[in-house]
């Protein structure tokens, strides 16, 4: 049993959201078999009422507050210091303190990172052996948000991309492994960063397939005469923010056209203004839900539209573990192991949407056919502990001190 350091930039549950669901079971595979000393920032209040839940798992724990409007308007201060504003809104000083004693007390084996800003915690550190799980290539994602923005925020959106790519390539090459959700974006990095190539591995999402499990016992949460459409994710995450207004406004009234009571249902927590306002006849935008597995089971059709995706949307596997028909966008499905057409279907456009939609609306039967292979398949190819095992051979086997 060794002593390993977990850095996290954002407690690792409940599980609600992708970036904490892969955290969370990450948390939990390391816990199985070794110490955790886990530094972590609280972003969300709410949140507050699972730290002791998290502290069952550790060895040690350090839970930094982090409020979203400050930590926003303190990393305008990297704009002066050349620095990316990703670093200065996860940079606290109570935690860097917490990591610094604990690797001074503590006898720590292996530093395993969540998210490339949590290692500017530990650039100090030497020859402790260092993991990290980038999960996307972030800079990317950055670079990405800029060409669908005006200027001034297209330059800072480029700006960061710029800046936090030069971090992770930094971070990667002090790392002994490094790792990302899907082969795709294992080769990204390695071609934007080909000195690290030899060094990067994919470790695949992963679904708990048993709490993911159809179940007829579960209320429905909808009108009896309207035919629910749901898109599931937290809508502070601008990729679902942006799918889930395009969704309404582009696929939405062709739907209707010839469903009149179909709806759909934006179903996650933190919705903005621009969210709240799709309210209508055809939109229905929930906020948080105590159990997204209702909307799941009691939904004709599940989607996954978003035009701006990294890696493996952990909403699309949950949703085909419950045995939903899902409709991804061609970004969303192509990561995915999954048959087109039979266990998952793609689409490309506001048209190949709706007509998808309509096909399988006027065939229930289909729809409940690719719901049936979609749980097959996630249930075959995505367990989390075959997946995490694969950086069972980068942690240390035997402790060593540091």
Known sequence: MANILFLVHRLPYPPNKGDKVRSFHLLKHLAAKHRVFLGTFVDDPDDQQYVDTVKGYCADSHFASLNPRSA????????????????????????????????????IDSIVIFCSAMAQYVEHIPRVPKLVDFVDVDSAKWSQYATSHKWPMSWLYRREGRLLLDFERETAASASRSFFVTDAEVALFNRLAPEC????????NGVDSDFFAPDDALTSPYAADEVPIVFTGAMDYHPNADAAQWFAREVMPLVTARTAKA????????????????????????GTVPDVRPYLQHAAL???PLRIARGIQNKILEAMAMAKAVIASTECAGPIDATPGEELLAASSAESFASQIDALLSKPEQAREIGRQGRAAVVARYSWDAHLSRIDPYLPQTPRSC
Do not use: M
Not at 197 to 204: E, H, N, S
């Open 72 to 107: 926003r308007i303190r990393s305008l201060n990297g704009l002066l210091a050349g620095e990316p504003l990703t670093l200065r809104y996860y940079r606290d000083a109570g935690l860097q303190d917490w990591v610094n004693r604990i690797c001074q007390t503590r006898e």
């Open 197 to 204: 190539a030899v060094r990067v591995d994919a470790v695949c």
């Open 263 to 286: 709806r759909f249902y934006v179903v996650g927590r933190s919705p903005g203004p621009e969210v709240l306002a799709l309210r209508g006849e055809h939109v229905a935008v929930t």
């Open 302 to 304: 599940v989607v996954a």
